[in-house]
């Protein structure tokens, strides 16, 4: 009984000298609450590792709750960028205007915009892609790997895992963000709706690039 009493009050003492820098650490990492990223710290005895993925599987349940929630709000933002020569339009849609208001909603979308100019992304997820576009990529990596003489065997192995890289890089959502190569850009927005309560949805968007031919030739 007496071991009992020290153990729990060593883990009491421990939960309560959860340094600052630490819990700011958390914070940056995952952009929780501060007294839930105390907490998470608490549950984890201080470790790091452990406390992020509390965090990240407790935001992701959050995500998950409001992901069917109707997003009419919001705003579209622009972006213009090297001295002209690459243009974004972004649509980022709400449940609410007070959250479209929002510094932090705001600061989000502009990110986007910039994440957008720099890595080119075609659409906004999976969902958007036509099936004839991973068709029609697929055919191009599979006469690839076909000239490069691969046996048999290894052949679809190689064209899906080329196909799924050449989809992460096209799609914003599953793009890494420009930032923090730790993350993706899913990871961020999931992080946004967590910490605003709302459900959050990048609708769509225009990038232009000068001397850029789309895909209607124009």
Same mark, same amino acid.
């Given at each position: 009984?007496?071991?009992?009493?020290?153990?729990?009050?060593?883990?009491?003492?421990?939960?309560?000298?959860?340094?600052?820098?630490?819990?700011?650490?958390?914070?940056?990492? #995952?952009?929780?609450?501060?007294?839930?990223?105390?907490?998470? !710290?608490?549950? #984890?005895?201080?470790?790091?590792?452990?406390?992020?993925?509390?965090?990240?599987?407790?935001? !992701?349940?959050?995500?998950?709750?409001?992901?069917?929630?109707?997003?009419?709000?919001? !705003?579209?933002?622009?972006?213009?960028?090297?001295?002209?020569?690459?243009?974004?339009? !972004?649509?980022?849609?709400?449940? #609410?205007?007070?959250?479209?208001?929002?510094?932090?909603?705001?600061?989000?979308?502009?990110?986007?915009?910039?994440?957008?100019?720099?890595?080119?992304?075609?659409?906004?997820?999976?969902?958007?892609?036509?099936?004839?576009?991973?068709?029609?990529?697929?055919?191009?990596?599979?006469?690839?790997?076909?000239?490069?003489?691969?046996?048999?065997?290894? #052949?679809?192995?190689?064209?899906?895992?080329?196909?799924?890289?050449?989809?992460?890089?096209?799609?914003?959502?599953?793009?890494?963000?420009?930032?923090?190569?730790? @993350?993706?850009?899913?990871? @961020?927005?999931?992080? @946004?709706?967590?910490?605003?309560?709302?459900?959050?949805?990048?609708?769509?968007?225009?990038?232009?690039?000068?001397?850029?031919?789309?895909?209607?030739?124009?």
């Amino acid at each position: 009984m007496q071991r009992m009493k020290i153990r729990k009050s060593k883990i009491h003492k421990m939960s309560q000298d959860i340094p600052a820098s630490l819990v700011k650490e958390i914070r940056d990492k #995952t952009s929780a609450p501060l007294l839930d990223c105390k907490k998470a !710290l608490e549950e #984890t005895d201080g470790n790091i590792e452990k406390a992020v993925e509390i965090l990240k599987i407790k935001g !992701l349940s959050k995500v998950d709750k409001k992901s069917g929630r109707d997003t009419s709000e919001g !705003l579209i933002f622009s972006y213009i960028h090297a001295g002209g020569k690459i243009g974004v339009m !972004l649509e980022v849609n709400c449940e #609410t205007d007070f959250v479209a208001r929002n510094d932090e909603f705001q600061d989000f979308s502009k990110e986007i915009c910039m994440q957008i100019a720099a890595s080119a992304p075609k659409f906004v997820s999976s969902d958007n892609i036509p099936g004839n576009y991973v068709e029609d990529e697929r055919r191009i990596i599979q006469a690839q790997v076909d000239e490069q003489g691969k046996k048999p065997e290894f #052949t679809e192995k190689i064209v899906e895992g080329k196909l799924n890289k050449i989809l992460e890089e096209v799609c914003l959502l599953d793009q890494v963000y420009i930032r923090d190569s730790k @993350l993706k850009v899913r990871d @961020l927005l999931n992080s @946004l709706i967590a910490k605003l309560g709302e459900n959050i949805n990048i609708a769509r968007f225009v990038r232009y690039q000068i001397g850029e031919v789309d895909q209607n030739g124009e």
